[in-house]
């Protein structure tokens, strides 16, 4: 059996409710997507959140290999994205300890980033992933440093350290993180979607969000 496979007998047999990750979120959630346009069509006036598993047409740029001779462009998005203003509380929707966390400060990168470890049995630990932090994020943190549930751990940034993206928070779930340090690609190449969606699957049940 595979982590793909544990994660998902985790799931089912899950009985701990997650914290909200984001005050609101489950009260006020708005679905939106971002596939036929850019991020000038999210809602302003509610929390509104989407975009797992979908083909955006914004990523085409050189940043995601568009345009680049004999590289097939990145364009499925594999986080779950929540736009709220900058500032916005985050918070750990389980417990965990501090996997990584840098700045990713190249344009359209995900700012600064924290990645959490989660031992959820004793066969399956997974990691979740959060992008476009504020600066101040970073401030105090150590690897294997304890996160409790509920306990907030970043707050968003603005455009100007985010990467150049509306303020919004992208969380995403990995079953296998391999080597990679303080960042994790959020976008992949559509004809390697079906392998990297049992990799990252949808964020939403982990976060019990519907």
Excluded at 93 to 102: D, I, K, L, R
Excluded at 129 to 153: F, N, T, V
Excluded at 179 to 193: I, L, M, Q, T, Y
Aim: glycine share 12%; net charge negative; aromatic share 10%.
């Amino acid at each position: 059996m595979d982590r793909y496979d544990l994660y998902l007998d985790w799931l089912k047999a899950r009985t701990e409710t997650p914290a909200d990750i984001m005050t609101g979120l489950k009260i006020g959630y708005e679905g939106v997507r971002l596939d036929k346009g850019g991020m000038d069509t999210v809602p302003t006036d509610r929390l509104a959140a989407g975009g797992y598993d979908e083909e955006r047409a914004i990523y085409q740029t050189e940043a995601f290999g568009a345009g680049v001779p004999g590289i097939e462009a990145r364009t499925i998005h594999l986080g779950f994205d929540i736009f709220a203003p900058a500032g916005t509380p985050v918070f750990a929707p389980m417990a965990g300890t501090v996997h990584s966390f840098q700045d990713n400060a190249a344009r359209l990168d995900y700012g600064p980033t924290i990645l959490l470890e989660h031992k959820l049995t004793n066969e399956l630990t997974v990691w979740s992933l959060y992008g476009h932090l504020s600066r101040d994020s970073l401030m105090g943190l150590r690897p294997g440093q304890s996160i409790a549930k509920g306990q907030e751990i970043a707050r968003l940034g603005s455009e100007s350290v985010n990467g150049g993206w509306l303020p919004h928070l992208h969380v995403q779930l990995i079953l296998d993180i391999g080597d990679a340090h303080g960042d994790f690609p959020g976008v992949f190449r559509k004809s390697e979607r079906d392998h990297w969606r049992r990799v990252c699957p949808d964020p939403r049940p982990f976060l019990g969000i519907a």
